[in-house]
């Protein structure tokens, strides 16, 4: 099953996803993507929601085509800048790397549970700022 998913990754790896063909295009994509998460994020903020955005790790060539065509520089960080909101990045926080992915963008069970008990300290840490 490993194999299967990952094959079916594999056949957009090296192209760019639809919409997003030349740098405008995934610049407004981007753009616009951005927009509507920083509305929903006044919205939920407006009735005291409190907002917290997660970036779960990915791994092997799945993560080599999001650094391809959704670099953190054009995607995570304007996300964050703009919503205001706090973020946790996996790459940030060694306690959530290492993890073992199996088809590149899902966590095992067992590492799930791992992933899970290390993210709530995280995360309250962000809600109590």
Known sequence: YR???RSIWAQ???????????L??????FDTQIAKA???????????????FVRPPSGGD??????????????WDPLLARTGAP????EDHPQLQGLELPEWSHL???????FTAALVPLVMVEFAR
């Open 3 to 5: 194999a299967l998913a």
């Open 38 to 52: 920083a509305s929903a994020i006044a919205k939920l903020r407006a009735r005291g929601v409190p907002v917290v």
């Open 24 to 29: 405008q295009k995934r610049r407004t994509a």
């Open 87 to 90: 973020g946790i990045h996996f």
């Open 108 to 114: 095992s069970a067992a590492d799930a549970d791992r």
């Open 12 to 22: 957009d790896f090296g192209h760019p996803p639809p919409g997003m063909e030349t």
């Open 62 to 75: 799945y993560y080599a085509y999001e650094q391809t065509y959704f670099p953190r520089a054009e995607t």
